[in-house]
Nanobody, 117 residues
Framework: VQLQASGGGLVQAGGSLRLSCAGSGSTFSRNRIGWYRQAPGKQREEVARLGSSGSTNYADSVKGRFTISRDNAKNTVSLQMNSLKPEDTAVYYC????????????WGKGTQVTVSS
């Protein structure tokens, strides 16, 4: 199973982007979903997660700027990114999360986000 991330691009610092994670299956609307990013030379890190009940958690570095949400009608989970900074530049991925919060599926290609200063 792979979840596909899309919506990346090039944006100036202070700008916004909205990423989308597309899933499939009747259970996607109840899946725990995490957004991750990996910058060049750095380890992949989790930036936001959405629980099956709708609870959310964010990394301190994005808190107040990023919002994760689910659209059940479209079978997608979005990551709205505002007030982007150059340090947000990375390849962004989404994945399903296990009950203990670990990524469950093979990683997809991700989507590149580049923030220019």
């Amino acid at each position: 199973v792979q979840l596909q991330a899309s919506g990346g691009g090039l944006v100036q610092a202070g700008g916004s982007l909205r990423l989308s994670c597309a899933g499939s299956g009747s259970t996607f609307s109840r899946n725990r979903i995490g957004w991750y990013r990996q910058a060049p030379g750095k380890q992949r890190e989790e930036v936001a997660r959405l629980g099956s009940s709708g609870s959310t958690n964010y990394a301190d570095s994005v808190k107040g700027r990023f919002t994760i949400s689910r659209d059940n009608a479209k079978n997608t989970v979005s990551l709205q990114m505002n007030s982007l900074k150059p340090e947000d530049t990375a390849v962004y991925y989404c994945n399903g999360l296990s009950v203990v919060g670990s990524p469950m599926y093979d990683w997809g290609k991700g989507t590149q986000v580049t923030v220019s200063s």
